[in-house]
């Protein structure tokens, strides 16, 4: 009798583990599940607005809190609407449409207080009913808004041969640094005092190596913005200096802040037609001071490490963006600034993107960018926008300590010792710049 209860006891046993182990399992899986559910990660606290309210572009980014190039619709956001249509026209995937026929989708949006009109691109005037809920926008960004769909301009000013010669003395391309400056009609002191500094077209020699290059520099403008009132006709001035210097380059369209995009449009359109044999090309304000010298140095260095590189792996392009990179920021929400961008407008982070006042970067890349610059919607801030025409490349801007979009310190900026190691400071008005331009060319020997 002992002996068969004890038998049916291990039997019992044998047969209750595998439930009692179901069950732990189930326990477990259930916690897990609740766990995880329950879980809320930790608020990302956003160390980085986009210019316009910090001075400190070395300050901590937050990690993005959303990617940049989202396929998804971000309602109630312009630009990102408009740039999900441009996607699905381009891209065969995000068509849905089974024919395989190309149909264009159609870009404007509905509203429901009622729209605003398209501007016709070369009269400025409305000329269809376009559905842009922008009722609440400033009138700078509804202005933006009327006529970014605008990409040609006509050329007013040109400069046909500032690039003709093929090569130089010494077989090098001819220039090796085209400079880009954009400027304004009224900017007379800042191109002049950047034609006297380091904006010198011609050789110019390097700081260390002394082997240099040649450069070439022109001026991008509009035309003169009448919406913010009166101004005093300048034009036959403009047509003077341009005579004398022949450096001008201006479009038919309103030199605005919001516009300062088209002037990389533009521009690299006329590279394209009128100066395809520079090597880099520096594109900057008319209120930087540049240290041409050291920035040829430099420039020689990455060409000869592309040399090096086209030896081993048949690379033909050089794909070189350089500036003071912004990783990381948002939009700056403060209607008080005019870097404003309405979340209306834009809703997402930024991709990374060179800041304001100079960046440099390869005619390769320049030709690239205008391609690609094909496939992404106007953005109001230029600075951003080359960051989302290299992002749509596959390609992120390089940094380089040497371009101060932010300034020196305060207490370095009169010591002409502490920008030896600058390639780019900003800003500087035209005194200042004709007085560190001197200062830097009667260095102290302790330097």
């Not at 477990?28 to 766990?35: G, S």
């Not at 913010?228 to 200096?241: A, I, Q, R, V, Y």
């Amino acid at each position: 009798m002992g002996k068969c209860c004890k038998c049916n006891g291990r039997l019992l046993c044998m047969c209750l583990l595998p439930c009692m182990m179901t069950c732990h399992l189930l326990i477990y899986i259930m916690v897990t599940i609740f766990v995880t559910i329950s879980y809320a990660p930790p608020k990302i606290t956003i160390h980085y607005i986009a210019p316009g309210i910090s001075a400190n572009s070395g300050a901590l980014a937050s990690h993005p809190l959303s990617p940049f190039w989202n396929l998804h619709l971000q309602n109630g956001a312009l630009w990102n609407q408009l740039q999900h249509s441009l996607d699905r026209q381009h891209n065969p995937i995000l068509r849905g449409n089974a024919t395989g026929t190309q149909r264009k989708p159609k870009a404007k949006l509905s509203s429901q207080t009622g729209g605003e009109c398209l501007s016709d691109c070369t009269s400025q005037k409305c000329s269809e009913a376009g559905q842009y809920d922008v009722n609440n926008m400033p009138e700078q960004m509804k202005a933006f808004v009327r006529s970014m769909h605008c990409r040609s301009y006509p050329i007013l000013i040109n400069q046909p041969t500032t690039c003709k010669r093929n090569t130089t003395k010494s077989g090098a391309a001819y220039p090796m640094l085209l400079m880009a400056i954009k400027s304004q009609v009224g900017n007379f002191e800042n191109r002049q005092a950047i034609r006297e500094t380091w904006g010198r077209s011609g050789l110019v020699k390097g700081e260390s190596y002394k082997k240099g290059g040649f450069v070439r520099t022109v001026f991008l403008l509009g035309r003169q913005d009448s919406s913010t009132g009166p101004h005093p006709d300048l034009k036959n001035f403009l047509e003077l200096e341009n005579q004398k210097y022949g450096d001008i380059l201006q479009w038919d369209f309103r030199d605005t802040f919001y516009n300062l995009t088209l002037k990389d449009l533009l521009f690299w359109h006329w590279l394209q037609h009128y100066c395809p044999t520079a090597v880099f090309i520096f594109k900057g304000d008319d209120d930087v001071f540049v240290r041409t010298g050291a920035l040829l140095d430099y420039l020689h260095k990455q060409w000869q490490e592309h040399k090096l590189r086209r030896a081993l792996t048949n690379e033909t392009h050089i794909d070189l963006f350089v500036g003071d990179v912004i990783s990381n920021a948002m939009p700056n929400r403060n209607p008080s600034t005019k870097y404003y961008i309405p979340e209306t407008f834009y809703k997402g982070s930024y991709p990374a993107y060179a800041g304001g006042g100079g960046v440099v970067y390869s005619l390769s890349l320049a030709l690239r960018l205008k391609e690609v610059s094909k496939r992404v919607r106007l953005f109001p801030i230029d600075d951003v926008y080359l960051g989302m025409c290299l992002q749509r490349l596959g390609l992120s801007p390089s940094h380089h300590p040497g371009f101060l979009t932010f300034d020196l310190p305060e207490t370095d900026r009169g010591n002409p010792c502490a920008h030896k190691s600058v390639l780019l400071v900003h800003r500087r008005s035209p005194k200042e710049m004709l007085a560190l331009w001197h200062k830097l060319h009667n260095l102290p020997a302790h330097c």
